[in-house]
């Protein structure tokens, strides 16, 4: 059976579970969410689909999941791929995803939706000038671990780096520079090298009408 | 041997990974980092404890570990308390932990400290009110979710409640008031109720030095 993933191309929390999906190779397609109509903030998809009103959401027979690192973890057991190679490399893999959600792609992900799908009268400079000096903390520590890597855990891609990628493809502008973080640089080229690798907008459906 | 926990009292995620070595009934003491110091923003930090700059840090024999999700998943795997009964469970707990870390003990944990930890005449006016409205879309998750059940994963108090409890405890003003939450409050009372509980200040020595 298709497994399905409730998602929308600005999404990049919905993209970090796209790309385990596509880069695995499993079979998958994309339920669209319309979440610039409000969608995720509806009665509706509490109810039905996710209570916490957030995308993505995955749907594989009688499972279904939501949080890109618990979908990603899921999909590791199903298939082998990116989820560590012993117990040690797995605490770490999850210990990244966490610092992401708290540090870098939460703050991504609502710095983008402030700076670019907020009409320019209500973007709130205070908090978007307070979360760029976040994001330049979160980038740093990224960078310095990337120092001599290859990949954030192991020797190989893992949900770690699917997920730590999760904003940093999108062409959006929200402050971020990949010539600023070399390493972070060098790390999304040889992310995106390598098969099967898609970009957000060639995974999933668009929402943002603006972009027709 | 003892096990250590890098730790200041007023760190909710340190809350999170202390109250769990306590209601496990583990041998543990706290190390104490001075936060208001800049301990956790130096060079020697980052080198020799945690390189994401972060507490809390468990230390257990040649084990260290940052993130208090990852800590309490560790804890459960040694002990067999709070990881749920079964993978199912297990993945309904880390999909809450990662909402917590996302929505609610990031957003309060950083609110609070705006609030209460900076000088007055810094506090950023629109970036607390951005914040408590954000909060507040996650109060509402919460609560609706507590309806009708004890715990927020099973039969049972697990991680998942360990973790979302983590800021909702402090007595210092952050915009929560449990009173206007009545399932979150009465599940804050049946938590509170348990074997072993203890709160923030009773677990870990406090770093502000107004407290004194």
């Known amino acids: 059976m298709t497994i399905k993933l409730h998602c929308f191309g600005e999404s990049g929390h919905s993209y970090k579970a796209a790309l385990a999906l596509e880069m695995a190779g499993l079979e998958w397609k ?18 039905d689909v996710n209570e916490m009103g957030e995308a993505p959401v995955l749907v594989d027979g009688d499972t279904r999941l939501s949080q890109s690192a618990v979908i990603q973890g899921y999909l590791s057991e199903k298939t082998g791929r990116f989820g560590g190679r012993d117990a040690a490399e797995a605490r770490e893999i999850l210990r990244w995803q966490f610092w992401d959600n708290h540090k870098l792609s939460s703050q991504a992900g609502m710095l983008r939706f402030l700076m670019n799908f907020l009409p320019e009268e209500k973007r709130p400079a205070e908090v978007i000038d307070f979360t760029k000096n976040r994001l330049t903390a979160a980038y740093n520590v990224l960078d310095a671990h990337l120092a001599g890597r290859d990949w954030i855990v192991g020797e190989a891609p893992s949900n770690a780096d699917l997920t730590c990628c999760g904003y940093l493809y999108y062409p959006e502008p929200f ?7 070399p390493n972070i640089d060098a790390w999304l080229t040889r992310l995106s090298d390598q098969p099967r690798w ?15």
């Open 198 to 212: 898609k970009s957000p907008y060639d995974l999933m459906p668009r929402a943002w009408r603006a972009a027709d």
């Open 175 to 181: 402050g971020f520079d990949r010539a600023e973080w």
């Open 30 to 47: 994309p339920v669209f969410i319309d979440f610039f109509e409000g969608e995720t903030r509806g009665d509706a998809y509490r109810r």
